[in-house]
T-cell receptor, first 115, second 120 residues
Framework: EAGVAQSPRYKIIEKRQSVAFWCNPISGHATLYWYQQILGQGPKLLIQFQNNGVVDDSQLPKDRFSAERLKGVDSTLKIQPAKLEDSAVYLC?????????????FGEGSWLTVV | AQTVTQSQPEMSVQEAETVTLSCTYDTSESNYYLFWYKQPPSRQMILVIRQEAYKQQNATENRFSVNFQKAAKSFSLKISDSQLGDTAMYFCAFMSRATLLIQGAQKLVFGQGTRLTINP
């Protein structure tokens, strides 16, 4: 079974530029997550989708961050304009959510450096 | 809101030794799930072990075991016979069972992590 795929793996941009990250979850996984992990900290949930609907985006900085999962499969996270404090690893994860406590599987992450 | 606290930013042990990583959490719920994830330098989160709060028996997975103290809201990870490949960041995470009421609402809340180094 293929894992959660993310691209690009690494990106360096200047502040005020824009960037987009792509995620393809494990086949059949209805729930998709985007987490932000700043160096030295634990991951923080940015947005959570169930199929193509948003379940939780309470911690997404909506003035600069946006995410979509139009067909309920792959997803794109966009940052525009980027700030220095957005430098982090962006982790995508997915889960079946068919029963309680389903395991959440993570991709390898997209590393963003804003200079 | 639930919170997860890992009070040991870094730990270091010799290969083959046993090491215990600490985790405490805060919740008003009685049913939930707890996890330990390993994050090597590649940054991919890998599930190490999980515990269901309504099960009194501590979970074990080969060299990994937990000490789950529900009343104390403590969930420590013990790694026996540590190996060089165990070197990584370790994250404790909480998942509410109450979110089952909402389809697709289950999520993980992570602690700050413990950097574990196994020395040869």
């Amino acid at each position: 079974e293929a894992g959660v795929a993310q691209s690009p793996r690494y990106k360096i941009i200047e502040k005020r530029q824009s960037v987009a990250f792509w995620c393809n979850p494990i086949s059949g996984h209805a729930t998709l997550y985007w987490y932000q992990q700043i160096l030295g900290q634990g991951p923080k949930l940015l947005i959570q989708f169930q199929n193509n609907g948003v379940v939780d985006d309470s911690q997404l900085p909506k003035d600069r961050f946006s995410a979509e999962r139009l067909k309920g499969v792959d997803s794109t996270l966009k940052i525009q304009p980027a700030k220095l404090e957005d430098s982090a690893v962006y982790l995508c994860a997915s889960s079946r959510q068919e029963k309680a406590g389903n395991t959440i599987y993570f991709g390898e992450g997209s590393w963003l450096t804003v200079v | 809101a639930q919170t997860v606290t890992q009070s040991q930013p870094e730990m270091s042990v010799q290969e083959a030794e046993t090491v215990t990583l600490s985790c405490t959490y805060d919740t008003s719920e009685s049913n939930y799930y707890l996890f330990w994830y390993k994050q090597p330098p590649s940054r991919q989160m890998i599930l190490v072990i999980r515990q269901e709060a309504y099960k009194q028996q501590n979970a074990t997975e080969n060299r990994f075991s937990v000490n789950f103290q529900k009343a104390a809201k403590s969930f420590s990870l013990k790694i026996s016979d540590s190996q060089l490949g165990d070197t990584a960041m370790y994250f404790c995470a909480f998942m509410s069972r109450a979110t089952l009421l909402i389809q697709g609402a289950q999520k993980l809340v992570f602690g700050q992590g413990t950097r574990l180094t196994i020395n040869p």
